[in-house]
């Protein structure tokens, strides 16, 4: 199942149509024009970055619970998403390390 976390980051682009990459993510379609951030499926990450075109999304983990934490359009804004995400845990917890993003996320 997939959820999207309460402090979801995304760039311009996916925030004027935040709905149709929701769907577009849930209906699991392959396509090469957006990045998934999520909460890591293992314990060694501090977080998974997954491509629209990535099988993953349509075959691998289907019984696995997948937690969105961020959507980028594109590479470029994919890693400007990641670096917003970086500097507010970093800001928080000075530092940036798997325990760190995890309560970060966690917190409401």
């Not at 990641?82 to 917190?107: A, G, M, R, W």
């Amino acid at each position: 199942m997939i959820t999207y976390n309460h402090k979801l980051y995304t760039d311009e682009t996916v925030e004027k149509k935040l709905k149709k990459y929701k769907k577009r993510i849930e209906k699991k379609k392959l396509l090469s024009s957006y990045y998934i951030i999520s909460l890591p499926f293992n314990s060694d990450n501090c977080l998974d970055i997954y491509s629209g075109m990535e099988r993953w999304l349509s075959e691998y983990k289907k019984d696995t619970d997948i937690e969105v934490v961020g959507i980028a359009a594109n590479k470029k804004s994919m890693f400007e998403v990641l670096e917003n995400i970086t500097k507010d845990v970093v800001e928080k917890y000075d530092t940036f390390d798997k325990e760190s993003v995890k309560k970060f996320f966690e917190e409401m």
